[in-house]
């Protein structure tokens, strides 16, 4: 391949993982993983508890350090340099299991504090924006409350928008909905396949919501003990599973 088509196959990835491994001290949590991620693909990770999958994703934005093999966004690879990282950040969203919402702060507070402070966006300009995307997840009216007023699937969806008031190319959604109660699943995971179903942003969810992979996933990713056992189309993955490890776990989530 020309020095000129492999630069061009590169970008088309907007995220690549190359030969990734990373230790919790002795402990080898992630084991050569390979991913490539293009532009816009929506992918579902998934797989045993402990198995690694939140560790991959917040290597991403450097939330943990790998220590071998490459990661690399937009074709520039992530080594912590500070500058990097401030972009990766703006680039990259996140939302996590438990909200990491700051508590003292009104929600609207909390949407307009990174692109006031982290952007410099104008604060009439920020407000505008976090209730264009507070609307958009269904809850303009509670931008005066504070995160203990709301329910845990309201304060989940504040989170999305406070991630998309960033304008991100990527979001990362670590386990956005197993710290809800289970009436408050399907509020969240509305929001999540209406963004999936607009196109256009790139998507990493670990998430145990199989009917949420179906729907919505590019590519379903099966994570063990550190590796990528399996991936495939969800009708593929689902139907016709091919390692015996992936057959298990289905059949353990799926009745
Ligand atoms: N900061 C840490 N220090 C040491 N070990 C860690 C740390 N974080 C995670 N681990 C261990 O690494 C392994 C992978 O954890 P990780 O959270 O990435 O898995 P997971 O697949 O997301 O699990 P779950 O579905 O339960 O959230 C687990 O055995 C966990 O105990």
């Not at 952007?119 to 958009?136: F, G, I, V």
């Amino acid at each position: 391949m020309s020095e000129a088509n492999k630069n061009a196959a590169v970008n088309d990835y907007i995220i690549r993982m190359i030969n990734l491994n990373k230790w919790y001290g002795d402990f080898h949590v992630l084991k050569d993983i390979n991913l490539d991620v293009k532009q816009g693909e929506r992918i579902v990770i998934c797989g045993p508890s402990g198995s690694g999958k939140s560790t991959l994703i917040r290597c991403i934005n450097h939330l943990e350090e790998h220590q071998k093999g490459q990661i690399v966004i937009e074709g520039e690879e992530l080594t912590g340099d500070i500058k990097h990282l401030e972009k990766v950040r703006t680039n990259v969203g996140m939302c996590f299991q438990h909200f990491n919402l700051f508590p003292h702060l009104t929600i609207m507070d909390n949407l307009t504090l990174a692109p006031i402070w982290v952007r410099k966006t104008p604060k009439a300009e920020a407000e505008a924006t976090a209730m264009k995307y507070l609307e958009r997840v269904k809850i303009p009216d509670q931008a005066d409350k504070f995160p203990g007023q709301l329910s845990g699937g309201q304060q989940q969806r504040v989170a999305i928008a406070r991630s998309l008031c960033m304008n991100p190319k990527v979001m990362l959604f670590d386990e956005p909905t197993s710290a809800l109660d289970p009436e408050m699943i399907s509020e969240v995971l509305d929001v999540m396949v209406e963004l999936a179903e607009e196109g256009g942003m790139t998507m990493l969810c670990v998430t145990h919501e199989m009917g949420f992979a179906k729907q919505v996933a590019d590519r379903v990713i099966f994570m063990d003990a550190g590796q990528i056992i399996e991936e495939n189309t969800p009708d593929e993955f689902f139907n016709n599973p091919q390692s015996e490890r992936t057959q298990l776990f289905l059949s353990q989530i799926i009745h």
